[in-house]
């Protein structure tokens, strides 16, 4: 075992002296404080803190002449009066390499800036000769390709809204998401490879277009095509022929809408016009349209980039993630800080499970990211990284890390350090996370960051400090959403996040921050553990559970209701070969009732096939808990947004 706490990492003097954060407090006149002392600063006064944030980074707009910051959540508004373009900020650069793609295959792709630019002024030209203008909504069926960062990209130059699901999503789920959005343009690749594996999505394209009665084209990529035959994708057949005639509009391929030359141009913006159309989970209920604006995602990713991620010109960025994935969105604003994005397609242990290690290495890539999970299976198979002479970070997201992932990355890649972050669709960022001028610590997330006033407020809405409480932001940050789609008076955004607290954001996260700063993300807190009174995140129990190598993976489950304790149940999905037995279940409890309490030691343990899992590879906790509390299993979670839903039946009461 790793002692939480334990100090792994700190920073040279040549670390802090070079770093762009310290370089941003120098600006400021502020480089002789503390880093507390700056985000305190940056909460408490965040008219000044992100007007500083658009005059240091140059943001390319009209700045306007109204307040930075006016009303209270929800509903503030920032920088009323200003104008400005993600796309003209993201594409200021001329000079140097944009991005550069790698397939699960092996196949590999590099852009130049200037080449960049060219392919989206190309597709904004054949976006403008479909009909599509400001506030129309452009629609991705793509992986993480640089079709789906070209065709954005051409959207938000318009001013029109992007939206995009990744192919690995099943035809309901897209159906869910796009429906309620109505497209004018679907842009979707005829499949994808995966694991060593090829998934023709032609048909499923057929009806998801069928469904979208608004759609005036459809515009395919031959991407699984073009990958067989050994071919460009805009060199193969414009779509299979059993496509040509689509149920609502005209279908054209990707070299048709990129067929003519044209300026690139730009159309300003108001600060908060929407920009893109992300997605909740959709594990329950129809997906929550979450629009984020413009302006606050150029400053958001500005100052999270180059200050956490410490990112800048020069610096190449890879984060494993798909389209369906905020983290994508996350990974293309390496545009606006000059760095250089990695764009990987494919499984991420395919054909080892050290893959990605492999990518970081021979792409040069200085800033690596990951969702949590992989690290903790990188060091379960024992995966040693080599190479990587150019890596200064390591991210991890997605749940929370353990200690022991901690360690294993300290050990691992010596001198690199790495940073825990927890954020959200919600915003499109982390709440919380690192920088090079903070010490890593196992198991610690380092910092608050800038600009998000974080805190954990107790059951009567007050903040505490040392012990465990509900995450709540209690000012507005840039990159909240603008609104939910089709949501006019704005009711479903209210409740998703101030129902609780009103007139703070309740994000749905256990949090405990400490005395210096530093906080431990827990789980969600509407799937914590209470037992007698005691409350537990789920990821400390499952760091007890999946540190058996007889468990592959696990699921925690309390059935109490509010004033009545129910049953713990553990559920285990075995590591292959291996056997559920009596002298494993007793040290199953032991442990968990040495290292958490007596009262977490579960009522029953049951073998199941798999834990259910999204796409995203987050624990359904919270459907599964409705299912055993009686909620049927199709009404429960959604098996379009989930990797694996044939395990959800295990889980029915009496099973």
């Not at 180059?306 to 020069?314: A, P, T, V, W, Y």
């Amino acid at each position: 075992m790793v002692a939480e706490g334990e100090l792994l990492w700190e920073p040279s003097e040549e670390v802090v002296g070079r770093a762009r954060l310290t370089r941003y407090m120098g600006w400021l006149g502020r480089r002789d404080e503390s880093y507390e002392d700056l985000w305190r600063w940056s909460v408490d006064r965040p008219a000044e803190f992100w007007a500083s944030i658009w005059d240091y980074f140059d943001v390319i707009g009209e700045r306007g002449d109204g307040p930075v910051v006016s009303g209270t959540m929800p509903g503030a508004q920032w920088f009323a009066g200003s104008s400005l373009n993600y796309a003209e900020n993201a594409l200021r650069r001329t000079d140097g390499t944009a991005l550069v793609f790698v397939s699960e295959d092996g196949a590999r792709q590099e852009l130049t800036r200037a080449e960049l630019r060219e392919e989206v002024a190309r597709v904004r030209a054949g976006l403008v000769r479909l009909g599509v203008t400001r506030g129309d909504r452009v629609a991705g069926y793509l992986p993480n390709i640089p079709q789906a960062l070209i065709a954005f990209l051409a959207t938000a130059s318009l001013g029109a809204i992007w939206s995009a699901g990744s192919p690995d999503f099943g035809v309901p789920s897209i159906v869910d998401r796009f429906k309620q959005i109505e497209p004018k343009v679907l842009i979707a690749v005829d499949g994808y490879h995966y694991n060593g594996k090829s998934y023709d999505r032609s048909a499923a394209v057929n009806e998801i277009a069928a469904e979208l009665p608004s759609l005036r084209a459809t515009v395919w990529i031959p991407y699984l095509t073009a990958a067989e035959e050994g071919r460009a994708p805009q060199q193969a057949e414009p779509a299979p022929a059993h496509t040509q005639e689509m149920p609502h509009g005209e279908v054209i391929g990707w070299e048709g809408l990129r067929a003519e030359e044209w300026p690139l141009e730009f159309e300003r913006v108001p600060f908060d016009h929407p920009l893109w159309i992300l997605y909740s989970s959709g594990t329950t209920g129809l997906p929550k349209p979450i629009v984020h604006g413009h302006g606050g995602v150029v400053l958001e990713h500005l100052k999270s980039l180059s200050f956490h991620q410490d990112l800048g010109e020069g610096d190449v960025f890879f984060w494993y993630t798909t389209t369906g994935w905020m983290m994508w969105n996350y990974l293309i604003g390496a545009l606006l800080v000059g760095a250089t994005p990695v764009m990987y397609d494919g499984s991420a242990t395919h054909p080892s499970p050290g893959a990605l290690w492999r990518i970081a290495d021979s792409e040069g890539v200085t800033y690596f990211g990951v969702g949590a999970p992989y690290i903790m299976a990188s060091l379960k198979a024992g995966v040693r990284p080599s190479g990587l002479e150019r890596l200064r970070g390591v991210g991890s997201t997605g749940s929370p890390l353990p200690p022991e992932g901690f360690a294993w990355v300290a050990a691992e890649l010596p001198g690199v350090p790495i940073g825990s972050f927890s954020g959200g669709t919600d915003v499109c960022t982390g709440f919380v996370g690192a920088t090079v001028l903070h010490p890593i610590r196992a198991g610690i997330i380092p910092c608050r960051s800038l600009g998000a006033k974080v805190e954990a407020f107790d059951p009567m809405g007050k903040p505490v400090v040392g012990e465990v409480g509900e995450l709540v932001l209690t000012q507005p940050m840039p990159s909240m959403p603008v609104m939910f789609w089709n949501d006019p008076g704005g009711e479903r955004y209210t409740e998703s996040y101030f129902d609780v607290y009103p007139g703070a954001w309740r994000h749905g996260d256990w949090i405990k921050i400490n005395q210096d700063g530093s906080c431990v993300i827990y789980g969600r807190s509407d799937s914590t553990l209470n037992r007698g009174g005691v409350r537990m995140g789920t990821s400390e129990f499952y760091r007890v559970v999946e540190r058996f190598e007889e468990i592959a993976d696990s699921l925690v489950i309390d059935t109490g209701k509010l004033g009545q304790e129910g049953r713990l149940l553990l559920y285990v999905a075995l590591a292959e070969g291996a056997e559920f037995t009596e002298s494993l279940e007793r040290a199953l409890c032991a442990a968990l009732r040495e290292e958490l309490s007596p009262r977490h030691v579960p009522n029953e343990i049951r073998v199941v096939p798999g834990i259910p899992r999204t796409l995203s590879g987050k624990k359904l906790e919270v459907p599964v808990r409705k299912i055993l509390l009686g909620t049927p299993v199709e009404e429960a979670a959604n098996p379009d947004a989930m990797a694996n839903p044939e395990v959800l039946q295990h889980f029915r009461p009496g099973s």
